[in-house]
């Protein structure tokens, strides 16, 4: 996993970096911090990484397009596992995931891991693969078995819009971008508990910032191979940035 010396030397000579790098230091506390010091960090995050239009169609050489991959093949699993009634095993198999019956919950969330991320070779590629895993195993709810898993997949989708799913995805990429970014320099120069606290405070902030943002794409009978997919999961990303892009 890179860190946030990778971050600089490509975004070298950029003032955004150094304005978000300072914005998150200063706010690195066991305190309450302002929302609108919360705010600032998430719109200075989008500027860094080139703004919602340009990550969230996948043009940024920062982050954006692991993101996008990752997303369009959660929504490949997902819409399968919807569309067949919530079978598991046709959906894996749809996937090509097969040979799966007898594997347990964690075993078979490490197969889609995999099948979502493939090698994770950059930084977005690791923080696309992190957020998957994050997310995946939120949605397994502490399942166990296949079965399990199964019954907790289906509950989740029964209360919530695969878009919304989607959504959380996306703000477990947001804060897995920014863990890269400073997580590793701020538990040395701060101390772990006072960062810690900060990445919680910013994950609560972006969750209900998120939990606000309108839902206007229908995901069903999607071709998640085709155009459509991949225009619809570049829409939502890019909604997703534009919450918290920062116009000043």
């Known amino acids: 996993m890179g860190t946030s010396k990778s971050y600089s030397a490509s975004v070298k000579g950029q003032p955004q970096w150094g304005e ?20 600032n960090i998430a719109g200075k995050f989008v500027r860094v990484v080139g703004g919602s239009k340009r990550a ?23 819409g399968s596992f919807s569309s067949n009634g919530g079978n598991l095993s046709e959906a894996l198999n749809s996937i090509g995931l097969t040979d799966l019956k007898s594997k347990s919950a964690e075993d078979i969330i490490n197969h889609l891991i995999e099948y979502c991320s493939g090698p994770a070779s950059t930084i977005d ?12 195993e939120e949605l397994a709810a502490g399942a166990e078995t296949a079965e399990d898993l199964e019954i907790s ?53 972006i969750n209900s910032s998120l939990a606000e943002m309108n839902k206007t794409n229908s995901l069903d009978k999607i071709d998640w191979g085709g155009d459509d997919g991949d225009r619809l999961i570049k829409n939502i990303q890019e909604d997703v940035l534009k919450v918290f892009e920062d116009e000043n």
């Open 20 to 39: 978000l790098s300072s914005e998150v230091t200063r706010n690195c506390t066991t305190a309450k911090i302002p929302t609108d010091n919360l705010r």
């Open 125 to 136: 590629d690791s923080a696309a693969k992190e957020a998957t895993r994050k997310l995946l």
């Open 153 to 205: 997949l289906k509950t989740t989708l029964d209360s919530e819009s695969l878009e919304e799913v989607i959504i959380k995805y996306f703000s477990h990429y947001i804060l897995e971008h920014l863990s890269i970014m400073f997580y590793e320099k701020l538990v040395e120069s701060k101390g772990k508990t006072e960062c810690s606290s900060l990445f919680k405070q910013i994950k609560d902030f």
């Open 56 to 78: 969230g169609r996948g043009n940024s050489r920062i982050a954006g397009r692991s993101g996008i991959r990752n997303a369009k093949n959660i929504g490949r699993f997902l």
